[in-house]
């Protein structure tokens, strides 16, 4: 079984910042991972794509956090991470992370979800 697991978010002023962490573990030992992504949910709202990073370090940005936010990872750690800087109260949201493939020393895991950490951010 292989999960991931977020932790960081919690409450902020505007202006301040929060570092996201989302860390995947799993029965066996985990090989590889390939493309993560930062998603968010506002009330209300679709789930959106904020960032994502792939396996050689390459990463994207949704345009409303570029400058602001940084993806980064540590394949050592199996961890990826979100440091979000200048936070405004637009970037109040669930976020989730999901990784698109994992390779295990059983198998491949595809579309893992973790289970969401909370920001809020008040103006």
């Known amino acids: 079984q292989v999960q991931l697991v977020e932790s960081g978010g919690g409450l902020v002023q505007a202006g301040g910042s929060l570092r996201l962490s989302c860390a995947a573990s799993?029965?066996?030992?985990?090989?590889?991972?390939?493309?993560v992504g930062w998603y968010r949910q506002a009330p209300g709202k679709e789930r959106e794509l904020v960032a994502l990073i792939k396996s050689g370090g390459s990463a994207d940005y949704t345009d409303s956090v570029i400058g602001r936010f940084t993806i980064s990872r540590d394949d050592a750690k199996n961890t990826v991470y979100l440091q979000m800087n200048n936070l405004k109260s637009e970037d109040t949201a669930v976020y989730f992370c999901?990784?698109?493939?994992?390779?295990?020393?059983?198998?491949?895991?595809?579309?893992?979800w973790g289970q969401g950490t909370q920001v809020t951010v008040s103006s």
């Open positions: 799993a029965s066996g030992s985990i090989v590889s991972i390939n493309v």
């Open positions: 999901n990784a698109d493939r994992l390779r295990l020393a059983y198998g491949t895991a595809y579309d893992v």
